[in-house]
């Protein structure tokens, strides 16, 4: 099978662990003996979250005031190529020998006139005390959300990717027999201008629905979101959650998730198994296999 494999922040991270790259490797060690299960049966294209990695970036580029904060679509590709290197070395420690993985830096390009420009909703980046928020609205130009009583944060625009721009090369690298990294944390934000010009742009694309949008234009037969959770679970955060098993994108459209967390991870799900007829999963991380036989997780199917 050809399958797309998206890993969560939060199964690279684990919640509450400091931001160390010891912890990260720890993690990453972890996806790869999942993946290359996988690896060694199928043809897999992974793809991952970088919302913890991102943050840091900008804490750390806050506390030098010499030089202006680099824009988004920069510290997007910083952070493909860091959690990339991590995921490809320790992959192949985990394969046999003559294996082939790459990581691939991954321009998407999104639709300058999207609605999400006009109200922007993805925050990012540390938190602001009233005067240095207010200050920094001025200067530049930036949105903010109150997360918490006198605790701000800046808020970017979340487009919905519209095309995976280095399609191609994923297509050659894979039918090659090469296990591709690409489209971390929803891969670059990239804009058409004038003259057809491509550019960066401020924003964070859907990293869910970009897996979906990879995994479509591949023509993958399946794609997995792993994450930190067992399954999709109906009730969350109610007094008696249930795990969904084996569902349709009927039976889903039915139920109401958060948006922010869960609720993309099924939007994303269900647009792929509409468009391709394939099968989706949602589950954890060191169940990859068993989610995909709809052995454990929630397997999504037409």
Not at 53 to 75: F, H, I, K, N, S
């Amino acid at each position: 099978m050809r399958i797309v494999v998206a890993l969560g922040g939060n199964a690279l991270l684990r919640r509450g662990e400091p931001m160390t790259i010891d912890n990260q490797r720890h993690n990453v060690r972890r996806a790869a003996a999942a993946l290359a299960e996988l690896a060694g049966r199928h043809q897999l294209v992974v793809t991952h979250g970088n919302g913890p990695q991102v943050g840091l970036l900008a804490l750390q580029a806050q506390a030098y005031a010499e030089v202006a904060p680099y824009p988004l679509d920069v510290l997007d590709a910083a952070t493909e190529g860091i959690i990339g290197y991590l995921i490809e070395a320790e992959l192949l420690n985990e394969m046999p020998p003559g294996a082939s993985c790459a990581s691939l830096l991954t321009r998407v390009e999104v639709d300058a006139d999207d609605p999400a420009f006009l109200t922007p909703s993805k925050a990012i980046g540390p938190g602001y005390d009233r005067d240095t928020m207010l200050r920094l609205k001025v200067e530049k130009g930036w949105a903010f959300v109150e997360e918490a009583t006198g605790h701000w944060r800046r808020v970017v625009a979340s487009p919905l990717p519209r095309r995976i721009l280095p399609i191609d090369i994923i297509r050659r690298l894979m039918e090659a027999g090469v296990v591709v990294i690409c489209a971390g944390g929803g891969g670059i934000p990239t804009v058409r201008g004038v003259g057809g010009r491509l550019e960066g742009v401020e924003a964070v694309i859907d990293k869910d629905h970009a897996a979906g949008l990879l995994a479509a234009r591949l023509d993958a037969d399946a794609l997995l979101l792993l994450t930190d959770v067992a399954a999709v679970y109906d009730g969350w955060g109610g007094p008696a959650p249930r795990p969904l098993g084996p569902v349709t994108p009927g039976e889903l459209a039915s139920r109401t998730f958060d948006p922010a967390s869960m609720g993309s991870k099924v939007s994303a799900a269900c647009e792929f198994v509409l468009s391709r007829g394939g099968v989706a999963g949602i589950g954890a991380l060191e169940d990859a296999c068993r989610v995909l036989e709809g052995q454990a997780g929630t397997l999504i199917r037409a």
